[in-house]
């Protein structure tokens, strides 16, 4: 089992740039593949961005794609989200999840895909 833990969270101007971190602990952390997804108040937990074990294969919803990076550390035990050129609609918590990868790797888009999940940071972008 794996546990997550978020930060970097917080208030940020239109236009500008966070950079989400996602602190992993317990099992080893190079087996899972890792995902960001967010949850805007009222509406459904979204799928952000995926990445492999080995951080070789990346995919992005099309809300985000272009603004946002995800990238991990295996050595120490860390994924983030870059998040450039935020809008006021990029507001919402964003949670990390992780899910076992086998190595027949396949972007899980879907909650259901991820067993584990951190607590979420909040993120909101002032107009």
């Known amino acids: 089992q794996v546990q997550l833990v978020e930060s970097g969270g917080g208030l940020v101007q239109t236009g500008g740039s966070l950079r989400l971190s996602c602190a992993a602990s317990g099992r080893t952390f190079s087996i899972y593949a890792m995902g960001w997804f967010r949850q805007a108040p009222g509406k459904e937990r979204d799928f952000v961005a995926t990445?492999?074990?080995?951080?070789?294969?990346?995919y992005y919803a099309d809300a985000v794609n272009g603004r946002f990076t995800i990238s991990r550390d295996n050595a120490k035990n860390t994924v983030s989200l870059q998040m450039n050129s935020l809008q006021p609609e990029d507001t919402a918590v964003y949670y990390c999840?992780?899910?076992?990868?086998?190595?027949?790797?396949?972007?899980?888009?879907?909650?259901?895909?991820?067993?584990?999940w951190g607590q979420g940071t909040q993120v909101t972008v002032s107009s």
């Open positions: 990445i492999n074990w080995s951080g070789s294969i990346t």
């Open positions: 999840a992780a899910h076992f990868d086998s190595g027949n790797y396949y972007p899980r888009k879907t909650q259901s895909g991820y067993p584990y």
